[in-house]
């Protein structure tokens, strides 16, 4: 019973916490308003800063990892926040397992993204309210991370959000990108109302939003009907945060945004919060059994159709966007499948080489003059080899080649999905890590491979030391951070088993053969992808034209943006234009002038009682009372 | 022997009137200003002949408020009229009857 573990968990009380948040909310802070002023050191300041988070949470965590497993919890209360009637909140921090994963992933590839920003924003006029927005999105997601309970969490994860908007459409001059930024606000609100009703639910049933307190009681509280519709809200939030179907049109687009906005937010940390929000309420999802078949058949859906989306792509940034909806899909089948552990080692292997990615692909649109066309690129692996090394492990990690971290990480899975006799799954699974490895493979040949196909090409430069020094720092995680879990039952799920409990697997195929096939799976599409794009033998464009319509439709995302469109954004418009040029023009400003209307007609008589000459008025105040005192005398 | 209170109201009665009238038929702004005072005179001595007429000095009292707040009304009055003046020369007030519809 998960519940009864988490209950033995005995917390400790921590004083130093609140720092971890507090550092880049202070750089926000000052960025806001002085950012502007500040030049250049406004990125460094805030590059500092996130830094020092970093410190404080390693020295965190390492404290943490000093107690007994089952003593891994310092909980610290700031103050008490809400407290109406019975119903309590505090402002309480919460640091165990799970969230010292979450907060290691984002302080730590914060600090590097914001480090690399400082290069890549150095001749932009406003990097100083950038600069602002990164720390604040840091400040929120660490809370959202932290929090001790959902109201917490709830303040963190609409802030991240709002961050999002605000960095998606931080080039707001661009057309469109303000449009983005509108979309994916809109969209995530979307799960998020919902998630807003689960937890309205659960203050129903509880009486209370702290973790500690609904996880150990949940079992007695809330009967198998109640935790579905519970997690399943909470899961819809999930959704729209981390991009899955049916919400996954707002990602693509909010490749608007710069660069290392796309790297921290849509990549690295903010659209993993869904992961972590099924995670942290698995025992709800327990509780329910039918959440969690939701969030694997999500999952394994999400995983396929976006990789089949970004084999199709042209945009390079586009293609990462894909991928990491892909990605992210995955992470939600490793929680579909009770595996905890391999899906938050999934997600911070994620983190690191799809950081790494997204900030390779920076340094190649910097490289190219802001070219983003992949059929503008190639060749430029000899302007750029630091960017095409460091992106190439990257790459490679993600297509699950060992012994980098993403083979580890999607290896576990597979296993997973094999030795708890989920035979579909693992089939999908190992079906879009093919798509995987070689829309991958596509990318890396496209850009680095073959020769410069455009004028921009030809003339790319390298990037400065402050883009490199985080791609090679990212590239030797993705390397080394294999070690953390080597198998489903690696050194992660181990340390985050008090918390979220362990799957129990059964038998399958031999590690042997399923390692053996994965590797095969992945070589085979990264071979196959070079055939294609890499060697020159294949007449790409041809080869495109044959895979018509179908290679226009992934490309535009399966037209669920064109659905949505149709079904949902037309009516609705219809519908506001309706209220607008009837309701709100005829109706009630109908009414409103009807009655002014009315009025000044009426008026236009009496107002030629209004002489101007004061003795008139005189006269008839004499006259007015004599009249009223004479009624008075007559009355008696 | 008192006089009688009649006598009193009778005189408050004339001086009313001479003031309403005076009020009707002046286009002096300045004129029409002491009638106004005139009016308020009349019934400063009728309150005080009731207070008389009732032993109750509230009625007296009652008066010397309304005495204060005359003066503080032509204080403002005064200067009303002298502006007006100042801007168009004239205190007539059939002139100045730019407020109507």
Known sequence: ?636 | MRTPIAYFLMLAGILFAMGTVGVLVNRNALRIFMSVELQLNAVNLTLVSFARMHSDLGGQVLAFFSMVVAAAEVVVGLAIIVSIYRRRRTIDVDAAREMRW
């Not at chain 1, 030049?39 to 460094?44: D, T």
């Not at chain 1, 080692?345 to 950081?355: G, I």
């Not at chain 1, 008589?605 to 007015?624: C, W």
Request: include cysteine.
């Open chain 1, 1 to 636: 019973m998960v519940g009864a573990v988490l209950g033995e968990l005995v917390p400790h009380v921590s004083s130093t916490l609140w720092l971890i948040p507090a550092l880049p909310l202070i750089g926000a802070v000052v960025n806001l308003f002085l950012g502007n002023r500040l030049g250049k050191w406004a990125g460094i300041l805030s590059t500092v800063l996130v830094f020092a988070s970093f410190a404080v949470s390693l020295a965190a965590v390492l404290n943490l990892l000093t107690n007994a497993s089952e003593n891994r919890l310092a909980i610290e209360h700031l103050f008490d926040w809400i407290s109406v009637g019975g119903f309590q909140v505090g402002a309480d921090l919460r640091l165990d397992t799970l969230s010292a994963t979450m907060i290691l992933v984002v302080t730590g590839i914060g600090a590097l993204i914001h480090l690399y920003s400082i290069g890549y924003m150095a001749e932009d006029p406003r990097r100083g309210r950038f600069f602002a927005y990164m720390n604040l999105f840091v400040f929120f997601m660490l809370m959202l991370v932290l929090g001790a309970n959902y109201l917490v969490l709830y303040v963190g994860w609409e802030g991240v959000g709002l961050c999002s908007y605000l960095l998606i459409g931080f080039w707001y001059t661009v057309s469109g990108n303000a449009e983005a930024a509108k979309k994916a606000f809109i969209t995530t609100r979307i799960g998020d109302t919902l998630m807003l009703i689960g937890l309205a639910l659960l203050v129903f049933k509880f009486g209370t939003l702290d973790f500690e307190a609904i996880f150990g009681t949940a079992g007695s509280v809330l009967t198998k009907d109640a935790a579905t519709v519970i997690a399943l809200l909470l899961f819809a939030g999930a959704i729209g945060k981390s991009a899955q179907l049916p919400l996954q049109v707002w990602l693509p687009d909010a490749m608007a945004g710069p660069t290392p906005v796309s790297a921290l937010i849509h990549a690295a940390t903010m659209v993993t919060a869904g992961v972590y929000l099924v995670v942290r309420s698995h025992v709800l999802f327990e509780l329910s059994g039918v959440a969690l078949t939701v969030v694997l058949v999500i999952g394994v859906a999400t995983a396929l159709f976006a990789a089949t989306c970004a084999i199709a792509q042209f945009d390079i940034k586009r293609v990462l966007a894909y991928s990491t909806i892909s990605q992210l899909g995955y992470m939600f089948i490793a929680v579909g499948m009770h595996a905890y552990g391999v899906a938050m080692f999934f997600l911070a292997a994620h983190a690191c080489y799809k950081a790494l990615m997204f900030l390779g692909a920076g340094s190649v649109i910097h490289g190219v003059h802001d070219e983003q066309d992949m059929r503008q690129m190639g060749g430029l692996r000899r302007a750029m080899p630091w960017t095409f090394v460091t992106f190439t492990i990257g790459g490679l990690a993600q297509a699950g080649v060992p012994p980098l971290a993403g083979f580890f990480a999607k290896d576990a899975l597979l296993e997973v999905a094999n030795h708890t006799s989920r035979e579909t799954v693992y089939v999908l699974g190992s079906i879009a890590a093919f798509l995987t490895a070689f829309y991958i493979g596509r990318m890396i040949c496209m850009t680095f491979l073959g020769r410069a196909r455009s004028d921009a090409a030809e003339h790319a430069h390298e990037s400065g030391w402050v883009m490199l020094a985080p791609l090679v720092v990212l590239a030797i995680g993705v390397v080394a951070a294999g070690i953390l879990q080597l198998n489903p039952e690696g050194v992660m799920t181990k340390a985050l088993e008090p918390v979220v409990g362990a799957a129990a697997l059964g038998g399958g195929l031999s590690v042997a053969a399923l390692i053996g096939i994965a590797v095969a799976v992945a070589l085979l599409s990264l071979a196959a992808a070079w055939w294609i794009y890499g060697s020159g033998r294949v007449d790409t464009v041809a080869f495109r034209a044959r895979m018509e319509p179908m290679a226009t439709a992934a490309q535009r995302g399966w037209y669920v943006d064109r659905a949505y469109d149709v079904a949902i954004v037309q009516p609705a418009k219809s519908v506001a234009r309706l209220t607008s040029d009837v309701v709100d023009a005829v109706v009630i400003d109908g009414a409103v002038n009807g009655i002014a209307g009315l009025v000044k007609r009426s008026a236009s008589g009496g107002k030629l009682l209004q002489t101007g000459f004061v003795r008139t008025y005189a006269l008839v105040l004499f006259l007015g009372a004599v009249l009223v005192l004479g009624f008075i005398g007559v009355r008696g």
